[in-house]
């Protein structure tokens, strides 16, 4: 059974730092590509950053680029999402997710989800 946890969440001051934690089991393939992706209150899912099987490739949504970086361990099977100056704006519920498709941000193609961290940027 597959299983995608998220950790890392809380409540951050704007212009502060987070490092988020998708722990992933289960998956039967090496050839995952992992997604991190943010849903705000009243607001459409949004693909925030992706990584490569290998690690060796990475794409940024514009909302985050510039001031992110995502990376993976795969000794423990764990992808981190780093997202320096946050802002209000990226208060949202993120969520990881898995697929099998090459790297993109387009939810459809993803086949597996956790279930959420909640990121809330206020002073």
């Known amino acids: 059974q597959v299983q995608l946890v998220e950790s890392g969440g809380g409540l951050v001051q704007p212009g502060g730092s987070l490092r988020l934690s998708c722990a992933a089991s289960?998956?039967?393939?090496?050839?995952?590509?992992i997604g991190w992706f943010r849903q705000a209150p009243g607001k459409e899912r949004e693909g925030v950053s992706c990584?490569?099987?290998?690690?060796?490739?990475?794409y940024y949504g514009a909302s985050v680029k510039g001031r992110s970086t995502i990376s993976r361990d795969d000794a423990k099977n764990t992808v981190y999402l780093q997202v320096d100056s946050l802002k209000p704006e990226d208060t949202a519920v993120y969520y990881c997710?898995?697929?099998?498709?090459?790297?993109?941000?387009?939810?459809?193609?993803?086949?597996?989800w956790g279930q959420g961290t909640q990121v809330t940027v206020s002073s």
């Open positions: 289960g998956l039967t393939s090496d050839y995952y590509v």
């Open positions: 990584i490569s099987s290998s690690g060796g490739g990475t």
């Open positions: 997710a898995a697929t099998r498709y090459g790297l993109g941000l387009t939810s459809w193609q993803y086949d597996y």
